[in-house]
């Protein structure tokens, strides 16, 4: 069998050595990098030959690349490379990397030409000086083929290893049934639809219901369809660390009687994986980045033996060979088949997956788990502030030459804000010199931290990155944003706030072979086709419920939960919640809009109904306190739990049977009527037309909320329970019609 490999990958794979070294240095962009190759051969010969084709074999490896330039009079091959800031602080092992390239070449001209020896050139080309920097030594053919086979002798070793996996994979796909007797009602039918788009390239939208078991309906399929699509990998992709752990445990149940596995890698945030976070990244700091290329392979060899590489297992084998588990979890990421992680990882501006995807030519499969919950994620990941406190904190750290630049970007910031005094205001309009002066800033802060090592935690650093990104945000700036202003008691901050992250998302589907977005709440499809910019040519699928209208008990109290009513209508909302609990004691949810409407809640029913426990959720809760506000529904228990809807209780919990009988949503869950929603407002009657605007801004999103909240009361098929809706909106047809289809017919109370 031939294996192909580039000079560049096989040289990352096996010729990297020493420490991490994470310390900040702006590269170079693609385009300046090939501005400055350009650079580099108009200053050469008419004989010099750029972008020189090489190519070698040597037992069973193709290793092929082309070299930057050689120079045939002179008999030099030269190899170029970009950079910003002193050339000193090019890393001693970055260099050895770059000189692994260029000896690589070397192998191949000369034996593909039959020299005895070639004199190898590494140019180092800044650019912003445009000063070349020459490293150059003549090599006879026998150590550059010497040095050839040692590389290759490393990868060819891994290769094989990975040739054999990768048959495994697409054996096991073929072969893999599905891990139980049966189905349970609509998990087939979901498993079919999924595997069908998955095979052929489409991006599907999937509305599902809880209780079919929709995460082994996704994976099942998905790893089905790796043989026929050729799939290199599949991530599941999820919004919180509870979907995490279930697509974990689905992979554990399809990996039950397999002889051999699918690799499955649990990604984790930098800052919770982190075992030494007072140190910086680097090797002179942090023991775990000190040899950390030398202790990697034999660390990457165990780690492809376990199954399942979640947080723990892999924490335990970087800590066995004294590396940092961050980074070894990146490395993995090449040899993992299926991905566990947060939208982040794949949709990001800077998403380690998608750029991994498209350096590696990956063909993956993109899962999204709860995907009603990306466009509000999507919209802070594509949002921007540049803070006024933030930049006087960075220039008292800034040198002199600096300094002018700080101020005035200070003053065009004011200048942009002169119209707004106090308060918070947004417009539809970028301030021009406000985009070209933070473009201008970012460029001179670029060129210092190039110079400068700076730790990460320097506050002129933080602001660089904070800065970086508001400055590419301005250049993106459309219809799908908003600027806002805020006045506050340390300055002037001003935003870039996403609204419609379509535009951003809608290449990242294009860049999978297909991907899976599911919920139990993704109506109407339209509004999500919309804001989520999915592909014209999606498919779509709402598998019915397996629950009956029998098993729940529906009822709409005609009162008026609106702000201005709260205080008329508590008697009321009070007496349906403590009514139903004397007639049915157990345990129950009762939802409000706020912690304000909550409070008010608490203090009403404490007062008519003294002797119903009563236990509240309050702002900023840890994960004890989460814990303990679920531990109080056990089955024998009684009481309420008091929670704001749309807030950590309203989805992801789990309370089947009698530890949860019923649920009261106080709220139609429409967002606050206040500034920043009828900005939203605006701008979806920009983008979709006046007449879907309050849908879009207000309706559909606060029903999403009522309907995963209302969704915590039945969660399998033998489940009973009642739900009261206390808000006579939830009588008119517009609302009545975003119900889910299985419930039943509502009872109007008196």
Known sequence: MMYTVSVRSLCDFAARSG??????????????????????HRNRADTYQSELRLSLHWQGVLVQGRADGYDAP?????????????FRNIAANQKALHWAQLKLYGAMLCETHEHECVTLA?????????????EQQTYSRTELLQFFQQLTGRFLIWARQEAAHHDYKLRASELLQFPYPTFRSGQREFAVQVFRDLRDARTLLAQAPTGIGKTLAVLFPALKAVQPAGLHKVFYLTAKNSGRQMALDSMRTLQQGEQQQWRVLELVARDKSCVHPDKACHGESCPLARGFYDNLPQARQIAITHALLDESTLAQIADEHQLCPYYLQQEMVRWADVIVGDYNHYFDAAALLHHQTIEQEWRVAVVLDEAHNLLDRARSMYSATLSEAALVAARKQAPANLKRCFGQLKRVMHDAAADYESGIHYTDTMHDELSQISQH???????YVAENALPNSHPLLAFYFDLLFFAYLTEQFSTHSLLEFQQTALGVDISIRNVVPASFLSPRYGDAHGCVLFSATLSPAGFYNDVLGLPSNSSRCDIASPFKAKQLQLYIQPVSTRYADRQSSLERVCQAV???YERQKGNYLLFASSFEYLRQLEQGLGGWYPDIPLWTQASGMGSEQRQAFLDQFHAEGQGIGLAVLGGVFGEGVDLPGKRLIGAFIATLGLPQYNDWNEAVRDRMASAFGEQQAYNYAYLYPGMRKVVQAAGRVIRSEHDEGVLFLLDERYAQARVAKLLPAWWPAARRLG
């Open 578 to 580: 403590g009514q139903q």
């Open 74 to 86: 002179a008999h030099c091959l030269e190899e170029i490379k970009t950079y910003r800031g002193h």
């Open 122 to 134: 590494l140019i180092y080309y800044h650019i912003d000086t445009h000063k070349e920097t020459r």
């Open 441 to 447: 800033t970012a460029s001179r802060l670029a060129s």
């Open 19 to 40: 420490d991490l070294d994470l310390r900040f240095t702006p590269a170079p962009s693609a385009q300046e990098g090939i501005a400055g190759h350009a650079a580099v």
